[in-house]
């Protein structure tokens, strides 16, 4: 009997494989991800032996079933465009062609088909894997929420929702089907949609940065991008994508604001409309962006750890997986009696990494370590030898952008702009203008950012707001990251819920020591509406400028 179930899961192992080889190379970049199989393949092999939840199956409500085959569904169909314009003129496909004599076209198709069926059942059973894992978390964070929580968060984000839907009716300007790249700000919102960044493993914008990206977006997002193909209009996969992506920004500013201590239901929600009315948490409703889902798999973890001791692995690898920087998470341990020790924590660490490496290894992710050329592109982004004082102007202009409207316009593309070629010269873009003065607002905002963590430097969050906030400082003034084409405004997503967060904390002590608690909420919805209105002109200029120029 025993001998019997052995073989039976070794089958399931064997086909699950063979279904994931199917996925892999639906996602590959090039022929050459095929050198790397195996090494998927054996990692798969193990991962599977380690945790049978990837492959054995509980009894689930039908509804689920349909649910993960729906979310597979649409992972698995992502790819196949992309594949056919890949590999249509490979040489694999030429010799298959003068093989069996079938046109190129038709046969790089039935290649596509045969593969996305092939892939479905490692799709279902990496899609029911991923929810077994989150579902349980999620169950507990929405224990801590109450019903009037449930109904402002949802209604928030429908209003969102539709000024979303509203936009890009007007506008493809936030995520254009050919401008891929530096049409607003410096945004690659364009790349994010045409290249399937949120499901290809393989995207290019899925490189060493945030090489997990796809694996920990594609579940969310998979449902919406089969209903974009149910719109009959151009940009319907943008829209839709962008509108699935509103929750998730207004979900992660909302964790974040509930792990704030000595915080009532009526100071967070009023928290909540303050975050979405500074000119980084508004605008980053309605672009679709990799910082968006970086900063949810964050808050997350983040909530876990604070609201519940509990530290998740795999909201770690989540976290880091689609923002490499946030790796360093894995430094922060649960609380106990007693402080644990260097040796644990570094054996804890490592444990950690073992299983990132995994996942990366065991689902498809490989190439992404081996792509070394993209690795060496990525240096033209940095600044070390450039002007520090420069750098140090434009820093001080990025954390004022997280509140306050950046200080940006519509240019004409030049050549030296033009990074990418995709913009042809003489065309208008919505740039960031020279940074030629330190910005008073961004100095004060950094320095009161320092005076809340050091009157609340104990708690874990304040700690964790403040190595943000230090590693913005280092990766803008010291690598000089963005600098050179001066597009800082997009990191405001990643960086700046820290300067909130302990510029919250302090205006908290403020208030507690004046025992003036109960006018915190007012004062949070007044800031809101002073800094909605101070935005308004600056947001209106922009939308104008979208619309007139790039209609939808």
């Known amino acids: 009997m025993k001998q019997s179930l052995r073989l039976r899961f070794l089958f399931q192992q064997v086909l699950l494989i063979l279904s994931a080889c199917a996925l892999f190379l639906l996602n590959a970049r090039s022929i050459s991800m095929v050198k790397v199989l195996p090494l998927s393949m054996i990692a798969l092999f193990f991962w599977t032996k380690y945790d049978r939840r990837v492959i054995e199956r509980r009894p689930r409500f039908w509804a689920w079933n349909l649910f993960f085959t729906l979310v597979a569904l649409g992972i698995c169909l992502a790819p196949m465009a992309i594949f056919q314009n890949t590999f249509g003129d490979s040489k694999i496909i030429v010799v298959l062609q003068n093989r069996l004599g079938i046109e190129a076209s038709l046969l790089v198709r039935s290649i596509s088909v045969i593969l996305v069926v092939a892939a479905m059942w490692f799709a279902f059973c990496a899609v029911r894997y991923f929810y077994a894992l989150l579902l349980p978390i999620a169950k507990d964070i929405a224990a801590d929420f109450q019903a009037a929580e449930f109904w402002f968060i949802a ?237 140090l102007m434009q820093y001080f202009a990025h954390v004022s952008s997280t509140f306050f409207a950046a200080n940006a316009g519509p240019i004409v593309m030049t050549s030296e702009l033009n990074e990418w070629k995709e913009i042809a010269v003489g065309k208008m873009v919505w740039h960031e203008l020279p940074v030629t003065a330190l910005s008073i607002a961004g100095v004060i905002l950094f320095a009161l950012a320092l005076v809340g963590f050091l009157l609340n430097r104990k708690q874990i969050l304040s700690k964790v707001s403040l190595f943000l906030v230090l590693l913005s400082f280092a990766v803008i003034c010291l690598f000089g990251w963005g600098t050179s084409e001066n597009g800082m405004f997009l990191y405001t997503k990643y960086f700046g819920w820290a300067f909130f967060i302990l510029l919250v904390l302090l205006m908290q002590k403020f208030f507690a020591w004046l025992h003036m608690e109960k006018y915190t909420a007012p004062v949070y919805l007044a800031a809101a509406v002073g800094l909605a209105l101070y935005n308004l002109p600056q947001i209106k200029a922009l939308l104008d400028f979208a619309i007139t120029y790039y209609p939808a």
């Open 155 to 391: 209604g928030v984000s429908a209003i969102l929702m539709v000024a979303v839907a509203a936009l890009y009716l007007r506008t493809n300007a936030f995520a254009h089907p050919v401008l891929e790249c530096d049409l607003l700000y410096s945004s690659d919102s364009g790349a994010c949609i045409n290249y399937l960044s949120y499901f290809r493993i393989g995207g290019v914008e899925n490189d060493i940065r945030s090489p997990l990206f796809a694996l920990f977006t594609a579940p969310f997002l998979s449902i919406p991008y089969l209903l974009s193909f149910l719109l009959p209009f151009g940009n319907a996969q943008a829209m839709v994508l962008t509108m699935a992506q509103v929750p998730i920004h207004v979900v992660t500013w909302y964790l974040l604001i509930k792990m704030i201590p000595n915080c009532n239901l009526g100071q967070r929600l009023s928290l909540l409309v303050l975050a979405l009315a500074s000119y980084s948490g508004f605008l980053f409703s309605f672009f679709p962006e990799q910082y968006i889902i970086a900063t949810f798999w964050i808050a997350l973890f983040l909530y876990r750890l604070i609201r519940h001791n509990r530290r998740e692995d795999y909201l770690i690898i989540g976290a880091a997986g689609t923002m490499i920087t946030s790796a360093a998470l894995a430094f922060l341990t649960e609380r106990t009696d007693h402080k644990p020790s260097l040796g644990s924590t570094i054996k804890t660490v490592l444990l950690t990494g073992v299983k990132g490496l995994g996942a990366l290894f065991a689902f498809g992710c490989l190439d992404v370590l081996l792509s070394y050329q993209h690795v060496t592109h990525l240096f033209s982004y940095t600044n070390v030898s450039g002007s520090f004082l420069q750098k």
